[in-house]
């Protein structure tokens, strides 16, 4: 059983920055490939970036590239997500999720996920 606790969200204005964090409990956090999705209101659940469980390969949406950076402290067992120029449309709840199991096919994918955290709120203005 993993728990995970999201922290780092807030306000911030467009280009700026946040650094989110999502702390988990367990011993085996070193083996779970970690997930951040976010989700707006009335929209959907959507995948934003993933690490696999040895930190070695990471995954970006398409949206987030090239200013959102996905890292794990397996010392510390927590995950983190740094996210760059800011813009609006990032506005959303921010969920960090785990897995031991999933497949790459599969990172992006929110079912395919073991355990969630209860997310933390982004809100940048214009």
């Known amino acids: 059983q993993v728990q995970l606790v999201e922290s780092g969200g807030g306000l911030v204005q467009a280009g700026g920055s946040l650094r989110l964090s999502c702390a988990a409990s367990?011993?085996?956090?070193?083996?779970?490939?970690m997930g951040w999705f976010r989700q707006a209101p009335g929209k959907e659940r959507e995948f934003v970036a993933a690490i696999s469980w040895s930190g070695g390969s990471t995954f970006y949406a398409d949206s987030v590239k090239g200013r959102f950076t996905i890292s794990k402290s397996n010392d510390k067992n927590t995950a983190y997500l740094q996210m760059n120029s800011l813009k609006p449309e990032d506005t959303a709840v921010y969920y960090c999720a785990a897995d031991p199991n999933i497949p790459r096919a599969s990172i992006a994918t929110p079912g395919e996920y073991d355990y969630w955290g209860q997310g933390t709120q982004v809100t940048v203005s214009s």
């Open positions: 367990g011993r085996t956090f070193s083996s779970y490939a």
